[in-house]
């Protein structure tokens, strides 16, 4: 399936403003990287670290929450909507993928679904979250983890599937309290 000619003169023009203005910029210009964001669509809130070496696909389909940040090598393949919830953290060389393929389909076309990260949710170093993935508040995904279904608030999963391994026990006031679970591990499944 091919992209409107509209969509992929937008992400020419995003691309050239990649590699030349938010790319090779230092790291402390976190604001200059937000301006050029915004500038492309995205929804930035304050304090957020977009680092420079995250790849982001098409920042008018991105949110980034208050102090939320996405770390370099992440990758966001932001063909559907990308929401980080204030103060979420997606690590190194992530990947948020919001599309995937009918393969049942002879013309293979592209079904994207968007994935949102909750408030205070950490996506560890090279994890993987699928389309249509809520991870939910306060969560955690470790390390290399490949997520294709939910996470629930405060949930520590890990592994390919990943499963529950523990609960977060979170410091923090949560900011929304129907996300106060705490419970025995279970399986994501
Ligand atoms: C997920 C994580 C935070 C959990 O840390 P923890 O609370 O200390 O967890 P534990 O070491 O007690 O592990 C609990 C169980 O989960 C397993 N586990 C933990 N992390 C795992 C991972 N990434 N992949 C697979 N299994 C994992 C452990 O083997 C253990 O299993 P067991 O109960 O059968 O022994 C941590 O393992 C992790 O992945 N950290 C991310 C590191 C990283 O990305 N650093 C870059 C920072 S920017």
């Known amino acids: 399936?091919?992209?409107?000619?509209?969509?992929?003169?937008?992400?020419?023009?995003?691309?050239?403003a990649y590699a030349f203005l938010?790319?090779?910029?230092?790291?402390?210009?976190?604001?200059?990287r937000r301006?050029?964001?915004r500038l492309f669509?995205?929804?930035v809130g304050r304090g957020a670290h977009p680092y420079p070496c995250c790849r982001i696909w098409a920042p008018?389909?991105?949110?980034?929450?208050?102090h939320s940040?996405?770390?370099?090598?992440?990758?966001?393949y932001s063909v559907a909507p990308v929401t980080l919830g204030a103060h979420a953290t997606v690590s190194q060389g992530s990947q948020i993928c919001t599309a995937t393929h009918d393969y049942n389909d002879p013309a293979f076309p592209l079904v994207?679904?968007?994935?949102?990260?909750?408030?205070?949710?950490?996506?560890a170093a090279e994890a993987f979250i699928g389309p249509?993935?809520?991870?939910?508040e306060g969560a955690v995904v470790g390390a290399r983890a490949v997520v294709v279904k939910d996470v629930p608030p405060r949930a520590v999963v890990a592994g390919n599937p990943a499963r529950i391994v523990k609960w977060r026990r979170y410091e923090h006031q949560c900011l929304d309290p129907d996300s106060q679970r705490r419970e025995e591990p279970a399986p994501l499944s």
């Open 1 to 16: 399936m091919s992209l409107p000619v509209r969509n992929r003169l937008a992400r020419w023009t995003w691309g050239l």
């Open 35 to 37: 301006s050029i964001l």
């Open 112 to 123: 994207s679904r968007p994935v949102s990260i909750g408030p205070r949710a950490w996506v």
């Open 41 to 43: 669509g995205a929804r």
């Open 22 to 32: 938010f790319r090779p910029s230092p790291i402390p210009c976190h604001a200059w």
């Open 60 to 66: 008018w389909n991105l949110t980034l929450g208050d």
């Open 69 to 76: 940040c996405l770390g370099n090598g992440a990758e966001c």
């Open 132 to 136: 249509g993935v809520n991870v939910g």
